[in-house]
C-alpha cells in the first residue's frame, strides 16, 4: 500500500495499470478529455468493465459523455440526493490479482495534472482475506445501480446547461487564478446585491431624479415595440434604427445605455447596411431562454458586417449596445462609461474586442446573481425593471466623468 500526494504520480500509476490491466472498474464523480489520461481510456475502452461518472454542477465534459453514448458499461449519474462524489480506479490485472487507486482524484486534467490530490494505492497483497475488494464492488455495484446508460437527447440539453454554467464554475473556483482577474465571484458586488436592493439602486441612480429611472424604462420599452413591431432590423424606418443603435440621441434618451455618436463606421452601417446587422441580430431569439451559442452566432455575424466598411470599427460597445436593445433582460451594453464600474463589480477585465469574455465574464455571472434570478415582481414599475433588468445595470454604473 502506498500513499500518492502528488498528481503526476497519480496519473502515472494510472498509466501503468491500465496499460497492464484486464480489466478497469471507475466510480468518479466528474469526468474530463483533452489529457493523456482520456486518450489512455478511449485506447483501452474495451477494458471497461464498468464506470460510473457524476455528472453534478456540469462538471463532466459534454464531449466525454457524447464519446460512450449507448455503451451499456458506461453509466452517468443525472442526479442524487446528494451529490455523486465517489473517486475509485479497480484495475484487474492480466497476470492476477488486481490494483486500486482510492482517493481524491477525479477523472479530469487538472486532477491527474495539478492539483493537490491524495490516493491510496493499493493491491490484492494487501487484501489477504479479500473485505476490501468486496466492499469496493459492492459500493461500484451501488453506483452502478444510481445512473444510467447517455441517450442523445438527454446530452443536447446537458450540453446546453452546462455551456451556461462553465464560467459561473470557473468563477468558483477563483477568478485570482485566472488571467486578468480580479476577484472570486462571491466577492464581487453587483452580484450580492438581492432584488430589492438592486430595485433600489437603479431608482436613484447616483441620487438622480426619479424622471432618470422612467425614461430609461420609457427607452427600452420603445426599443422593444420597435424591434418587435418590425420583422428584422433593416425594416425599421432609418430614423428609428439610428435611436436604436444610440447615435440618434435626442430629447427622449436614447443615449442612455450607450452613446454610439462617435462610432462612424458603425453609424454608416445602420443607415446604409442594416440588412448585415439584422443578419446578425437574427441569431438572438425576441423571446425565451438566451444562451452563449445564440451570442456567439451573433457575435461572429456582427463581426462580418463590417466587411462592409472595410473591415474595421466593430467592438463591444456596438455590438452590446444593439443586444441591450433587443434583450435588455440578458444584456446590458459595455461601453467606456461604464466599463469601469462593471468591472470592478463583476470581477473582471476585458478588451474592446474580447468578445467571447463578455458572456463569460459579464453575463454568464449576471445570471447567477440573486437579483436577475428573482421573481417577476407585481407592481408594475418594478415588473418593468425586472424585465429590462441586465440593461439597467448601466444605471448604477454610468460614470459621466
Not at 27 to 39: E, H, I, L, Q, R
Request: aromatic share 12%; hydrophobic share 40%; glycine share 8%.
Amino acid at each position: 500500500m502506498k500513499i500518492l500526494h502528488k498528481s503526476a504520480t497519480i496519473a502515472d500509476a494510472f498509466k501503468r495499470e491500465i496499460e497492464n490491466c484486464r480489466y478497469i472498474h471507475i466510480s468518479v464523480a466528474w469526468a474530463g478529455t483533452d489529457f493523456p489520461g482520456y486518450k489512455l481510456l478511449l485506447r483501452y475502452t474495451r477494458r471497461i468493465k464498468q464506470a460510473v461518472i457524476g455528472t453534478h454542477f456540469y462538471q463532466t465534459d459534454p464531449d466525454f459523455i457524447a464519446q460512450f453514448i449507448g455503451n451499456p458499461v458506461v453509466h452517468f449519474v443525472p442526479h442524487t440526493n446528494g451529490v455523486f462524489h465517489p473517486k475509485i480506479f479497480l484495475f484487474d490485472r492480466k497476470g492476477g490479482g488486481w490494483a486500486g487507486l482510492v482517493g481524491s482524484a477525479n477523472f479530469t486534467h487538472s486532477a491527474f495534472s495539478r492539483n493537490e490530490e491524495v490516493c491510496v494505492y493499493l493491491t490484492d497483497k494487501d487484501d489477504p482475506d479479500g473485505s476490501v475488494r468486496w466492499s469496493l464492488d459492492d459500493a461500484m455495484a451501488h453506483h452502478f445501480s444510481l445512473g444510467k446508460s447517455a441517450e442523445s437527447l438527454w446530452l443536447d440539453d446537458y450540453r446546453l446547461a452546462a455551456e451556461r454554467n462553465r464560467s459561473r464554475l470557473k468563477a468558483l473556483g477563483g477568478y485570482e487564478n485566472q488571467e486578468n482577474s480580479k476577484k472570486r465571484l462571491y466577492e464581487a458586488s453587483i452580484i450580492k446585491m438581492d432584488w430589492p436592493t438592486f430595485y433600489a439602486d437603479i431608482r436613484s441612480e447616483g441620487n438622480n431624479p426619479p424622471t432618470y429611472f422612467n425614461r430609461r424604462i420609457e427607452v427600452l420599452t420603445k426599443a422593444r415595440e420597435l424591434l418587435s413591431s418590425h420583422a428584422t432590423f433593416s425594416d425599421i424606418p432609418i430614423l428609428e434604427r439610428g435611436q436604436l443603435a444610440g447615435f440618434r440621441e435626442g430629447e427622449e434618451g436614447w443615449g442612455w445605455f450607450g452613446s454610439m455618436k462617435g462610432a462612424g463606421r458603425f453609424k454608416k452601417l445602420v443607415n446604409r447596411y442594416p440588412a448585415a446587422l439584422a443578419k446578425a441580430l437574427e441569431n438572438i431569439p425576441m423571446e425565451g431562454p438566451v444562451f452563449k451559442k445564440h451570442y456567439l452566432a451573433y457575435a461572429n455575424q456582427y463581426q462580418k458586417a463590417f466587411e462592409n466598411v472595410d473591415g474595421i470599427g466593430h467592438g463591444l460597445a456596438t455590438a452590446t449596445r444593439l443586444l441591450a436593445m433587443k434583450r435588455p433582460d440578458y444584456f446590458v451594453c459595455l461601453d467606456k462609461a461604464n466599463k469601469k464600474a462593471l468591472q470592478e463589480g463583476l470581477g473582471f477585465t476585458i478588451g474592446l474586442h474580447q468578445y467571447e469574455k463578455y458572456w463569460d465574464g459579464v453575463i454568464a455571472p449576471i445570471q447567477d446573481s440573486s437579483w436577475w434570478n428573482s421573481p417577476r415582481p407585481r407592481e408594475r414599475r418594478q415588473a418593468q425593471a425586472w424585465d429590462f433588468r441586465a440593461a439597467m445595470l448601466d444605471a448604477i454604473t454610468y460614470d459621466l466623468t
